[in-house]
């Protein structure tokens, strides 16, 4: 549980560092690289989705 919010208020400061602390360098961390260089409210709101998605 804690863990989560750890990850959670790093992928406000920088959504990769949240998805990758979730799931390392996988897939999901690439995508979430584009999508923050894009814009950073598209990397936000993955970052968020995929911390909550794998619990």
């Known amino acids: 549980m804690m863990m989560d919010g750890c990850r959670l208020i790093m992928s406000v400061i920088i959504p990769p560092v949240g998805v990758f602390l979730q799931v390392g360098f996988g897939l999901q961390f690439w995508i979430n690289i584009v999508l923050t260089l894009l814009g950073y409210i598209p990397g936000l709101v993955h970052a968020v989705?995929?911390?909550?998605r794998h619990k």
């Not at 989705?49 to 909550?52: H, L, M, R, T």
């Open 49 to 52: 989705w995929v911390i909550a």
